[in-house]
């Protein structure tokens, strides 16, 4: 059974930063491209952003210059480095793993921002 474990959530006050991390297995994440996505409550779940295994990142227009997606390939790990948070952003964020085989989701982790 695949796993992606996410950390890293929580609140934070406008303006403020938070990076949430994503493992998963060796395997997985070597054949994967992974991403970040996000559901706000009553709407539907959208792209955040997406890493390939090449590095190349692909971000949704409302976290351009604010949101990085990065991956460790030592430690299976991808990571969203989340600045200048809105309280728009507020949303569970799930990390994603997609690949020949199939597509697999994290649990989420809920990221707030209010004041």
Same mark, same amino acid.
């Given at each position: 059974?695949?796993?992606?474990?996410?950390?890293? *959530?929580?609140?934070?006050?406008?303006? *403020?930063? $938070? +990076? $949430?991390?994503?493992?998963?297995?060796? @395997? @997985?994440? =070597? @054949?994967?491209?992974? *991403? !970040?996505? +996000?559901?706000?409550?009553?709407?539907? +779940?959208?792209?955040?952003?997406? @890493?390939?295994?090449?590095?190349?990142?692909?971000?949704?227009?409302?976290?351009?210059? =604010?949101?990085?997606?990065? =991956?460790?390939?030592?430690?299976?790990?991808?990571?969203?480095?989340?600045?200048? $948070?809105?309280?728009?952003?507020?949303?569970?964020?799930?990390?994603?793993?997609?690949?020949?085989?199939?597509?697999? !989701?994290?649990?989420?982790?809920?990221?707030?921002?209010?004041?």
């Amino acid at each position: 059974q695949v796993q992606l474990v996410e950390s890293g *959530g929580g609140l934070v006050q406008p303006g *403020g930063s $938070l +990076r $949430l991390s994503c493992t998963t297995s060796e @395997i @997985i994440f =070597r @054949i994967s491209a992974m *991403g !970040w996505y +996000r559901q706000a409550p009553g709407k539907q +779940r959208d792209l955040v952003a997406t @890493i390939a295994n090449s590095g190349s990142a692909n971000y949704a227009d409302s976290v351009k210059g =604010r949101f990085t997606i990065s =991956r460790d390939n030592a430690k299976n790990t991808v990571y969203l480095q989340m600045n200048g $948070l809105e309280p728009e952003d507020t949303a569970v964020y799930y990390c994603n793993a997609k690949n020949y085989y199939g597509e697999y !989701w994290g649990q989420g982790t809920q990221v707030t921002v209010s004041s």
